[in-house]
C-alpha cells in the first residue's frame, strides 16, 4: 500500500548489515538511495514472526545528514514541524485497517487445523502459520497449491517439530517473496 503524503520524502534503502567502504561510497555519489536504515529492518525481522507486512508500518525521522550534531531542541522543532502531516497518515492507515476483513481463518478451520497437526506447530508456530495463511489470502497467494507441493514431495506431514520449524520457513520464503 502507497500513503501519498505532505511530508518532505527521499530516497531510503533498509538493510540489516553494515555497508562496507565501496557502497559507502556509492552511497555518497548518490547511485544508491540518500538514506541507509538498519533500525526498521532489524524491528521488521522480529515482528514478522508475528505479523505479516500487511500489519506493519514504518516512519522514519531523518533529523541530520550525519555531520551536524542533533540537540533535544533540533529534534523538537523538527518533529512539531511535521506533526499534522505525521496524524494524517496515521489516520489514513488507521482507515485503511480497519477496512480489512476479520481473520480469515479463525483457530477451528479444519484445513488449517490439519496442517498445524502435521507440522507439529508448537503454540508460537501456530501463530506464526495463522498470520502467514491470513496474510496469503489477503494477497491471493496459492496457498492450498503450495501445501499441496509439500504433500506430494513428502515433506507433510514432518515426524518432528525440527522439520516443522523447515517446512514453516520455506513457507515463510515463499510467502513474503510471493514465489511458488
Not at 532489524?42 to 551536524?68: I, K, N
Not at 482507515?95 to 476483513?101: C, G, I, N, V
Amino acid at each position: 500500500m502507497i500513503f501519498r503524503t505532505r511530508l518532505p520524502e527521499s530516497d531510503l534503502l533498509t538493510g540489516a548489515r553494515v555497508l562496507n567502504s565501496r557502497e559507502l561510497d556509492a552511497l555518497r555519489q548518490n547511485t544508491m538511495p540518500a538514506l541507509y536504515d538498519m533500525e526498521s529492518a532489524a524491528v521488521c525481522a522480529a515482528a514478522r514472526l508475528y505479523l505479516g507486512p500487511h500489519q506493519m508500518l514504518f516512519l522514519r525521522y531523518a533529523t541530520d545528514t550525519g555531520g551536524e550534531s542533533v540537540t533535544p531542541e533540533s529534534l523538537r522543532a523538527g518533529g512539531e514541524a511535521h506533526l499534522d502531516a505525521v496524524l494524517e497518515i496515521l489516520e489514513d492507515y488507521g482507515a485503511y485497517a480497519h477496512q480489512l476483513p476479520g481473520p480469515v481463518n479463525p483457530a477451528g478451520d479444519d484445513a488449517l487445523e490439519v496442517l498445524i497437526q502435521e507440522m507439529r506447530c508448537s503454540e508460537t508456530m501456530s501463530i506464526q502459520l495463522r498470520q502467514m495463511h491470513r496474510y496469503a489470502r489477503l494477497t491471493g497467494f496459492p496457498w492450498e497449491d503450495m501445501i499441496r507441493e509439500f504433500h506430494d514431495q513428502d515433506r507433510l506431514p514432518v515426524p518432528g517439530r525440527k522439520e516443522g520449524k523447515d517446512v514453516l520457513v520455506c513457507i515463510r520464503t515463499r510467502l513474503y517473496t510471493q514465489t511458488v
